[in-house]
């Protein structure tokens, strides 16, 4: 019941779906994060020069860079995220946010004071006309992978956005994250709070327009210790698995509203390796690993509760095809064969560097090594 069958062409290839909710599987499922974009020539062709937001905006533009990578290495991803971003949150809340071409993203206006929250708080936020481009950019590419692979939908976790929001970008020394959080604590809550109730309507429209499974990227999770985890990131995280499958089943797209097994969930809260076992408890499907976690440690804390997902540190991808070979022996093992509760990833997201050769080799290998 999660998606209307009539409207789009049934899944040929559901392995991802079928791994994330802990279904015994014939090799484990692979796709990588930010597999869409830089270091794929064709990504450059379509982009022209033009603006990301612009890109991400245009249907017909964000669909074709979203299946770019399931045509390049056909037979070989088994799924699509949308070419989106996660900084379109702090957009449909006001605030304005450019990408820039060496630097990234970039906000003009951050909060910086408690007395900025102001405005941000001051209004609700209509996410299906604030986002509206998103979910058709959804519906676009759903209709054009012609049930391929499965579509990926996804969003920052608040804390992350949380970062972006006050730092005005990316930063080493996150100063006026830390701010926030030392000196105007419940402030920062609002916000997350927030943020929170954005993520889960936004996530819950991404499926209405055809988002098959879900990630929540915490990307900076590991900038806090294990005691502002737990206050300033685990519980709007945990907020977010409960009360998005009782949002989808409102607007009648799940028959369950306590367990989101039909649209599953993948929670990506890196460096926070401390919090693998209260993660392991918050209610999502799969919990993505960056290559800081050993595998088979990973797996003992878990035991079972959620579907593993990752982990290879992406430099390995500048190494010998020896290497990566050796490498992708010692994860899948690592994982116990893959076989079940696992979906091969990078432990973070492709760089613009990356010989498409290489990254293709890896996936061919996942493969091999995937189905022995
Ligand atoms: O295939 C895909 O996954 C592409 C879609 C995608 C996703 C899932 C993009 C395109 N961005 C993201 C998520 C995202 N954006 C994250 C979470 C994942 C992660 O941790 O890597 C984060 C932290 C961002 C923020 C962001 N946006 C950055 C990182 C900057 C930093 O602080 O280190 C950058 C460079 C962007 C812009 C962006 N987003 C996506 C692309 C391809 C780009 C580069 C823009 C360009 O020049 O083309």
Redesign the pocket.
């Known amino acids: 019941m999660t998606e209307d069958a009539t409207k789009y062409a049934p899944l040929k290839n559901d392995l991802l779906l079928r791994a994330a909710r802990g279904e015994k599987v014939e090799r484990p499922p692979v796709w ?7 270091y794929l020539p064709e ?1 450059h062709e379509v ?1 022209a020069g033009r603006d ?1 937001f612009e ?2 905006r245009d249907p017909e533009i964000a669909s074709e ?2 299946i770019q ?1 399931v045509d390049h290495y056909d037979g070989l991803i088994d799924a ?8 379109v949150i702090p957009q449909a809340m006001g605030m304005a946010v450019e ?1 820039r ?1 060496k630097t ?2 970039f906000f003009p206006d951050p909060m910086r004071e408690p007395s900025d929250i102001d405005r941000l708080l001051s209004s609700d936020v209509d996410v299906t006309k604030e986002l509206a481009w998103a979910f058709e950019a959804i519906s676009t590419t759903r209709r054009k992978l012609n049930g391929r692979v499965p579509l990926l939908g ?1 969003c ?1 976790g608040p804390f ?1 956005l949380l970062v ?1 929001m006050t730092e005005g ?3 080493k020394l996150y100063r006026y994250i830390r701010t926030w959080i030392y000196k105007h604590p419940e402030a920062a809550k609002q916000v997350l709070q927030r943020i929170t109730d954005v993520a889960v309507e936004f996530l819950a429209q991404q499926v209405k327009a055809g988002a098959q499974m879900l ?1 929540v ?1 915490e ?2 999770a590991g900038e806090l210790g294990p005691a502002e985890f737990a206050e300033f990131s685990l519980p709007y995280l945990r907020q977010i698995a409960e009360r998005l499958p009782r949002r989808l089943h409102e607007l009648g797209l799940v028959s369950d509203p306590e367990r989101n097994h039909e649209v599953p969930v993948t929670i ?1 809260a ?1 460096g926070a390796w401390y919090a693998l076992d209260d993660l392991a408890n918050t209610g999502y499907n799969a919990i993505s690993l960056d290559w800081l976690y050993d595998p088979a440690l990973a797996v003992k804390t878990v035991a079972g509760r959620a579907t593993l997902q990752g982990n290879l540190d992406p430099g390995v991808i500048y190494g010998s095809k020896e290497t990566i070979t050796r490498k992708v022996e010692e994860m899948i093992a690592g994982f116990g064969g893959g076989k079940q509760n696992y979906i091969i990833n990078l432990g ?3 760089q ?1 560097f990356f010989d498409p050769e290489m990254v293709g080799f890896f996936l061919e290998e996942c493969h091999r090594v995937g189905s022995l």
Do not use: N, V
């Open positions: 990588i994060m930010r597999q869409a974009g830089r990504y982009k990301f890109t991400c860079i979203t990578p699509a995220i949308i070419f989106s971003d996660i900084l990408i071409e990234g993203p996804f920052g992350t972006y970008g990316s930063t990630q990227f990307s900076w990506f890196k973070h997201g492709t613009p």
